[in-house]
């Protein structure tokens, strides 16, 4: 029997998330193309359809979406009919699925919370 391990649902460390920040954001002239970048390393990355709790309820994750706003979505299924999540506010299952990490840097990212060591060091001169 396989059993998921701790490390299965351990997100990445603040630094870790720095470096995927940055790979998702690299040569982006504004925000429109950061969520771009994100959308497109979470596209590529997540490990689709996983399952998840929603308000108490299991929902199969199918896809990600960008919705006009220009946040990035999941869309949740339950008996055939499909709902979309910010992806801010998705809860995440135990296991995590592959690709998660990307979901918490772009979490990271949208509160702002990260550090940019490029700004940084723009700050300093």
């Given at each position: 029997?396989?059993?998921?391990?701790?490390?299965?649902?351990?997100?990445?460390?603040?630094?870790?998330?720095?470096?995927?920040?940055?790979?998702?954001?690299?040569?982006?002239?504004?925000?429109?193309?950061?969520?771009?970048?994100?959308?497109?390393?979470?596209?590529?990355?997540?490990?689709?359809?996983f399952k998840?709790?929603?308000?108490?309820?299991?929902?199969?994750?199918?896809?990600?979406?960008?919705?006009d706003d220009?946040?990035?979505?999941?869309?949740?299924?339950?008996?055939?009919?499909?709902?979309?999540?910010?992806?801010?506010?998705?809860?995440?299952?135990?296991?995590?699925?592959?690709?998660?990490?990307?979901?918490?840097?772009?979490?990271?990212?949208?509160?702002?919370?990260?550090?940019?060591?490029?700004?940084?060091?723009?700050?300093?001169?």
């Amino acid at each position: 029997m396989n059993t998921p391990s701790a490390a299965d649902s351990i997100l990445p460390n603040a630094a870790r998330l720095d470096e995927l920040i940055e790979a998702a954001t690299a040569d982006c002239y504004d925000e429109n193309e950061q969520v771009n970048g994100f959308f497109t390393m979470i596209d590529d990355n997540l490990a689709l359809p996983f399952k998840t709790q929603i308000l108490g309820v299991e929902a199969s994750v199918v896809t990600i979406v960008m919705d006009d706003d220009g946040a990035i979505k999941a869309v949740c299924e339950r008996d055939g009919e499909l709902q979309r999540i910010a992806l801010t506010d998705l809860p995440l299952p135990s296991p995590l699925p592959a690709g998660t990490e990307w979901i918490a840097a772009y979490r990271r990212w949208v509160e702002g919370s990260w550090s940019d060591e490029e700004e940084d060091e723009d700050i300093d001169e």
